[in-house]
């Protein structure tokens, strides 16, 4: 599987979001994840880095 | 592996730009794409959508 752990990244520190991520959409000032339990869920984010490597997406909160 | 191909959506025509993606970075009204052969490609593009299930990365031109 080739899913992703979404996470928040504020003052440094890093906040799991959500696990499993295999759909990611920037939408305006958000970005909607959707996981492979069919989850989804909309952040006020924007995409601060994607490693494939290490299954990691960083958000980084807008304002 | 878990490295996507990205292509470039332009007036409903996807473009391959680059294969074997593992690393995304937004940078202002670019993205910085890395492949797996160490390639580094600066894109004037932003996210469109990220499929990991697809192993396929959409990204509209910005202008």
Do not use: W
């Not at 492979?36 to 490693?51: P, R, T, Y």
């Amino acid at each position: 599987m080739c899913e992703a752990n979404a996470y928040i990244k504020r003052d440094g520190h890093e906040t799991l979001v959500m696990e499993g991520v295999f759909v990611l959409r920037p939408e305006g000032d958000k970005v909607l994840l959707e996981n492979i339990f069919g989850e989804q869920k909309l952040v006020k984010a924007e995409i601060g880095q994607i490693s494939l490597m290490e299954h990691k997406i960083i958000l980084n909160p807008t304002f």
